[in-house]
């Protein structure tokens, strides 16, 4: 399995961007969609995920109402939707697929359950 993220760039404060994460190789249907992100000199986390099969999505506190995870199965491809953006969501975003850990949600936060990912989009929100 292959990530191709996508989408990132320089954007002001309350205004919006959509990042891509297309999909290659023997994918399937049975594994998690996620986004993470890590600013300069903090630990990568957890923004967003989605199960693949149902469309079931989870977002971290901090972009609830903001941000938004989606994916076009006919594509392969996952988009997070990001809007109000502030310059605290100024990080690197990396997709990953979860194959692991697909059967429970406990897991879907943790980036070490993650078993492939993208090379990551950077993000630069300014003030």
């Known amino acids: 399995v292959q990530l191709q993220a996508s989408g990132g760039g320089l954007v002001q404060a309350g205004g919006s961007l959509r990042l891509s994460c297309a999909a290659s190789?023997?994918?399937?249907?049975?594994?998690?969609m996620g986004w993470f992100r890590q600013a300069p000199g903090k630990e990568r986390e957890f923004v967003a995920s989605?199960?693949?099969?149902?469309?079931?999505?989870y977002y971290t506190g901090s972009v609830k109402g903001r941000f938004s995870i989606s994916r076009d199965d006919a594509r392969n491809t996952a988009y997070l939707q990001m809007n109000s953006l502030k310059p605290d969501d100024t990080a690197v975003y990396y997709c990953?697929?979860?194959?692991?850990?697909?059967?429970?949600?406990?897991?879907?936060?943790?980036?070490?359950?993650?078993?492939?990912w993208g090379q990551g989009t950077l993000v630069t929100v300014s003030s």
């Open positions: 990953a697929a979860n194959y692991r850990a697909y059967a429970s949600s406990a897991y879907y936060t943790q980036h070490r359950m993650y078993d492939y």
């Open positions: 190789g023997r994918t399937g249907s049975n594994y998690v």
């Open positions: 989605i199960i693949w099969s149902t469309g079931r999505t």
